[in-house]
């Protein structure tokens, strides 16, 4: 089985640029997460789809950051305009839904590192 | 709000030694708790779960039991080898809808040969 892919691997970008990510997620997983992960602390949630409706974007700094997922399958993340502060490693990931069996098949990607300078 | 402490790390330990990486936990309701891995240039991957009270998680010679009374699910293993030099994170989920999970800071772990 095919993992959670993410692309790009590393990006650089100066503050008050604009950045997007990328996730596929597992064949078959309804439910999509996005975490931020800044260096030294835990991933945070950012936000969560299930298909292609958002179930939790309560941590998502709305003013710069937006995602979608259309057609509820491929992901996209986009910070605009991007701050220091916003340097991390942005984690997809996915289940297979909602309930008990989700966290069996809670898979994450390998990420995407931004550094904002 | 539910939260994850983690020790403070790193931890450094030789071959073989005892390892235990202590975790606690606030949470509403009763969460369900996990112990995830980070490899050097990995993503994360789940090492073990439990779900209710006084369930024993267990994968690659690691334990965790979840103890509600004290609000701690620690990690232990007898014997650490240099492949479980890793970062590890505790974490948990609660509610039975979104399955969110929320993590503690995590814990860098190197073994020496």
């Known amino acids: 089985e095919a993992g959670v892919a993410q692309s790009p691997r590393y990006k650089i970008i100066e503050k008050r640029q604009s950045v997007a990510f990328w996730c596929n997620p597992i064949s078959g997983h309804a439910t999509l997460y996005w975490y931020q992960q800044i260096l030294g602390q835990g991933p945070k949630l950012l936000i969560q789809f299930q298909n292609n409706g958002v179930v939790d974007d309560s941590q998502l700094p709305k003013d710069r950051f937006s995602a979608e997922r259309l057609k509820g399958v491929d992901s996209t993340l986009k910070i605009q305009p991007a701050k220091l502060e916003d340097s991390a490693v942005y984690l997809c990931?996915?289940?297979?839904?909602?309930?008990?069996?989700?966290?069996?098949?809670?898979?994450f990607g390998s990420g995407t590192r931004l550094t904002v300078v | 709000g539910n939260s994850v402490t983690q020790m403070e790390g790193p931890v450094t330990l030789s071959e073989e030694a005892f390892l235990t990486i202590n975790c606690t936990y606030t949470a509403t309701g009763y969460p369900s708790l996990f112990w995830y891995v980070q490899y050097p240039g990995e993503g994360l991957q789940l090492l073990l779960k439990?779900?209710?009270?006084?369930d024993k998680g267990s994968n690659k010679g690691f334990e965790a039991t979840y103890r509600k009374e004290t609000t701690s699910f620690h990690l232990e293993k007898g014997s650490v080898q240099v492949s479980d030099s890793a970062v590890y994170f505790c974490a948990l989920s609660t509610g039975k809808g979104a399955q969110k999970l929320v993590f503690g800071q995590g814990t860098r772990l190197t073994i020496n040969p």
């Open positions: 990931a996915s289940s297979i839904g909602t309930g008990g069996r989700a966290i069996s098949g809670y898979t």
């Open positions: 439990a779900t209710k009270a006084d």
